[in-house]
């Protein structure tokens, strides 16, 4: 059996190494910068010059791309090019409003599509712990389920876009908790404390956990090179809110998100790692937070 993983970038290059090192598969890869490529095909996959590649030869095709455009025109050619049976994976983080209408045409073609968003960041990606939320038919998760441990720990939740809903509620709740922790520092260093001491104070406290171990170092460090970007996490809360409207609900936490998010886009901050949001509280309280 052949896979196919399109998209290796911070998340899906690890990701990839994982599925290469421990399914016993052949695995191609393709992304567009060609030095993705040889890392792939140093950790002993096969590198692809052609997307087309994949759609042709794998009967499971994962990705993980970046923009909606993308994630359409890619499922739109795994079904032009691929064979009734086969299974799409989708591991980005699309709307679940685009995976619905993608889910259709896949099932219209006699494929699977599976929305099998991700969640953890690079870290979790290189040990391959992610967590993974998938929706679609049961049957192609069961299918896939051993290749998907290669690199997480997946939970079917259910049909066709309920992944992406998870994986909305998610990043809900961690784009809230990372601007409480940013908020928090920020406010910490205004008062004069040590920001070392606080994070050695309160990590095993009720604000503690992998995010905040994970995190806070970084922003202590002023360390904003990205595990995982403000510009992938907007993109998320942008889809939650665009599915709010859609529930007719309210969600003010996220428009709290959704504001510092913006800042930092209109700022030119959008591709730093989200501890970078300390930067919106330097600008409001006139505090420099961390050390250079």
């Not at 590649?53 to 050619?77: A, D, F, G, W």
């Not at 260093?189 to 990590?203: C, E, P, S």
Request: hydrophobic share 40%; charged share 20%.
């Amino acid at each position: 059996m052949k896979i196919g993983f399109l998209g290796m970038g911070v998340m899906g290059l690890p990701m990839a190494k994982n599925l290469v090192k421990k399914s016993g598969c052949e695995v191609l890869g393709y992304d567009v910068v060609e030095k993705q490529r040889l890392a792939f095909q140093e950790a002993g996959g096969t590198a692809v010059s052609d997307p087309v590649e994949i759609y042709k030869n794998c009967s499971i095709v994962m990705q993980i791309l970046p923009t909606h455009p993308i994630i359409r025109n890619s499922v739109q050619q795994a079904i032009q090019y691929g064979k009734p049976g086969n299974i799409i994976v989708d591991l980005s983080s699309t709307a679940p409003d685009i995976i619905l209408e993608l889910y259709a045409d896949a099932k219209a073609a006699g494929m699977f599509l599976l929305d099998s968003p991700i969640s953890g960041g690079n870290p979790k990606a290189i040990d391959g712990t992610l967590a993974i939320m998938t929706g679609g038919d049961k049957e192609a998760f069961d299918k896939v389920k051993p290749l998907l441990e290669c690199m997480g720990k997946p939970v079917f939740t259910g049909g066709s876009a309920s992944g992406s809903v998870t994986k909305l509620v998610n990043n809900m709740i961690g784009g809230a908790t990372l601007v409480a922790i940013c908020e928090g520092y920020a406010f910490a260093a205004k008062a004069g404390i040590d920001l070392q001491t606080t994070f050695d104070a309160t990590r095993c406290g009720f604000a503690g956990g992998p995010m905040y171990d994970n995190k806070v170092p970084k922003l202590i460090k002023r360390d904003y090179e990205p595990g995982a970007r403000v510009a992938v996490h907007r993109k998320d809360i942008l889809n939650a809110k665009h599915y709010a409207h859609k529930l007719g609900v309210d969600t003010p936490m996220t428009d709290v998100v959704l504001e510092v998010m913006d800042w930092m886009n209109d700022n030119g901050h959008i591709d730093e790692d989200q501890i970078a949001m300390v930067k919106y509280y330097e600008d409001k309280m006139d505090v420099h937070v961390g050390n250079d």
